[in-house]
């Protein structure tokens, strides 16, 4: 009996040290770092985020705790697929984009604006094209169907007449990254590009491409914001002190942007030149940047009437109600 008891007694020991070792790994798990994808694009458009990354905001806001990782993006759609399988949990996108997945059900919400205007229309030299009435019949190229520079140029070329084919007009369109659309217009494949900035600058430097319509005479090119922060619906509810902290790294990169504009030309140069191996010239990004106001303000109201719009050249399939889209507590903290 003594000694059923005493190999009784060892099995409830070795029990006890397996449990004793799961504990500690349930432990071990639970004291990983938590990790956060900050998305964006390489372009002037995004530079919050560069700011934020090169500067150490986000890192500083969310602390010690908290893994901060970066991943670019080269179009909207490409973001809003990783923010929806969860491979970014924020980051900086077109609204246009946004709009669309919110449209079809997405679980997204913009929660700061990031910067307005930039949008210019530009086309190739030996192109033909003098002002949009030239348009009809070219090809244009924007980084992606429905991203915000499609949108804002599609709205603007409709009061002269203007359509493009995918809606029965004979303006041409494809899509591609801004960085190669200087090899497109060199080769003549593509006539105009509605591009944010700094590749219209660059186009017109490198190319001698020629602006058609700047930034401040584009549908919506002075108030409607060129780029949001974006996240989830399901991380605002599960983790509103994690949203928030995001929020604080963004606005306090726009602080800095504007208050110190030189060395943030220079971080965002050396940025885009890690993300896309392109080394701007200052003076390109001197003459961009005057185009780009920075700010986290949203203008919900110009925000609905782009949606309008959107609809209206049909990249949206239902009359849009973007009431829910904005969720701003966190900026107006």
């Excluded at 799961?22 to 530079?47: M, Q, R, T, W």
Aim: glycine share 10%; charged share 25%.
């Amino acid at each position: 009996m003594k000694k059923k008891l005493g190999y009784f007694s060892l099995m409830m020991l070795l029990l006890a040290g397996v449990l004793s070792g799961c504990n500690a790994a349930e432990e071990g798990k639970s004291g990983e770092k938590k990790k956060v994808v900050i998305g964006y694009f390489p372009n002037l458009d995004h530079v919050p985020a560069m700011i934020a990354r090169e500067k150490g905001y986000y890192e500083e806001a969310l602390g010690k705790e908290v893994n901060v990782e970066y991943k670019s993006f080269p179009d909207g759609g490409a973001f809003m697929v990783a923010l929806k399988t969860g491979d970014v949990q924020a980051g900086l996108v077109g609204p246009g984009p946004v709009m669309n997945n919110f449209t079809n059900g997405a679980d997204v919400k913009i929660v700061a604006g990031s910067s307005s205007g930039g949008t210019t229309i530009v086309a190739r030299k030996g192109s033909g094209i003098h002002s949009v009435k030239d348009f009809a019949g070219k090809t244009f190229i924007t980084p992606g169907v429905g991203c915000t520079h499609d949108v804002q140029m599609e709205t603007f070329i409709k009061d002269f007449g203007i359509e493009s084919n995918r809606i029965g007009g004979t303006l041409k369109h494809t899509t591609g990254k801004p960085a190669q659309y200087a090899g497109l217009f060199e080769s003549g494949r593509v006539d105009i590009a509605a591009v944010p900035e700094p590749w219209g600058t660059l186009l017109v430097k490198e190319a001698g491409a020629k602006v058609i319509v700047d930034s401040n005479e584009i549908s919506f090119g002075k108030t409607l914001p060129n780029s949001v922060l974006a996240t989830s619906g399901k991380l605002i509810k599960e983790d509103p002190e994690l949203v928030q902290g995001i929020v604080d790294a963004h606005q306090k990169a726009i602080k800095f942007i504007n208050e110190h504009p030189e060395e943030a030309k220079k971080l965002t140069i050396a940025a885009i030149k890690r993300d896309t191996k392109q080394d701007l010239a200052k003076d390109v990004v001197d003459n961009a940047w005057k185009r780009i106001t920075y700010t986290a303000d949203v203008n919900e109201k110009v925000v609905q009437e782009f949606a309008n719009s959107s609809y209206d050249l049909k990249f949206l399939k239902e009359q849009p109600d973007f009431s829910a889209l904005i969720d701003q507590q966190f900026a107006q903290k």
